[in-house]
């Protein structure tokens, strides 16, 4: 066992993603290094509480760490995020490794935390407390630049829509101050990255909180987007109450502005959405859809939606699926309605039969594969820019290499370059040439730039 290293497990969304990446690079900082699972002297789950029973999840995986390390008292075992936020000290008790509990706010505080549990064998350490605004997490410079990086705005959310476990596990909406998210920003820019994603529970709501200094999320992307050295900007993830006309205008006026926007409906029904509290109806949403394309013709939406809300009935559910047709959604996550205890909608009644749900699930998944696949067929011929990411494990043909990248539109698309040279974060202009059902293949059009 290597006396600094750790191993970091990570389930859930991209601000957990982002959420491990800091960690890890904090941990470099540090001195320590990265190790399997194994091996390591520390391993951190960060955890997420988004699908059902997540805290078996985390049981499993305790479990499986315990097993794998021989339950080792020298290893150090911290559980970290959502569930650790929800469930706090019982973990403590579930396995004696268990020495770090580090809950959404908690995890600035976790990379100092693991150094000095290292470093006190006895010393059990709890980081669950909501702060009240946005707590700036150390810097990190340095190592290996990505083509895309991701940048945290704010935390947490205010919207308690029934269904949704977010603000009591990420606490209320915290806004990142405008100055340290540009820092961060031009780091990353100065690093080699070429594109940027705001990420935060409800960013299109960024300023519109006590944390922060109120500057407005429209005038926060205008900035980023004229930072030296940008190619692309991307957010996640927007609700759409708060979808204003200026946001939506950035979208014709902004250039580094990708054309996609994921934009969650969760329902097409009118009666399902009150009840979810989502504050907009099917009209709003579709007038939304309406002003995007008027602002930037080739717009294209993501989605997620929820099936089986309770008391949702057939037509209800044919609603959704309406909706489907008319955004023409290019993907979209679907799930089927689970209760999480603590939020509201645990307690209604009319709770939907789960082969109900399960047989939704599928009729709307047949729906999107149709909806995606028409338009990945569609953009066969069309010429396009790829940033290229990395390898793709597609067989190479002579003198080529296959790599992988990510349209405007966030579609994956494989194109063979030239072999030998490594040509991760540059521009690729491509011909489209073949669709299959969720990648898309190409033909180098022009200069690698
Ligand atoms: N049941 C099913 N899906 C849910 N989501 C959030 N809470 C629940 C729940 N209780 C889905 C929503 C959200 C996505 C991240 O997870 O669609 O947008
Ligand atoms: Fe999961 Fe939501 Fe927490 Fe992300 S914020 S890790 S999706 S529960």
Redesign the pocket.
Known sequence: MIEKSFHIITFG?QMNANDSHWLARRLVARGFVEAPLETARAVLLNTCS???KPEHKVAATLERVRSLTGGNPDVLVGVLGCVAQQYGSTFFTAQSQVRLIAGSDGISGAPEAVERLLAEPGLRLSLLDFTSRYIEREPVHGGASAPVAYVNIMQGCDNF?A????PFTRGRQKSRCAAPILDECRARLDEGTRELVLLGQNVNAFGRDKSGDGTPFAALLARVAALPGIKRLRYL?SHPKDMRPEDVAAFAVLTPLCPHLHL?L?SGSDTILARMGRKYNSRDFLNIVASLHAARPDMTLST???VG?PGENEDDFQATLAMMDACNFISS????????PG?R??LFPNKTAPEIKRDRLLRLQAMQENLSRRWLQGRIGEETCLLVEGKSRRQTVSGQTSWQGRDPYGALVHVALPAGADHTGRMAPVRITEAKNRTLTGRLAGDLW
Do not use: N
């Not at 269904?163 to 977010?166: A, E, L, Q, R």
């Not at 996550?333 to 999480?340: A, K, M, Q, V």
């Open positions: 969304c988004v699908r059902e829509c269904y949704c476990i977010v993830t969650p969760q997620d939606i929820i809300f996550f679907s799930f089927c309605y689970s209760d999480r939020a909608a645990a």
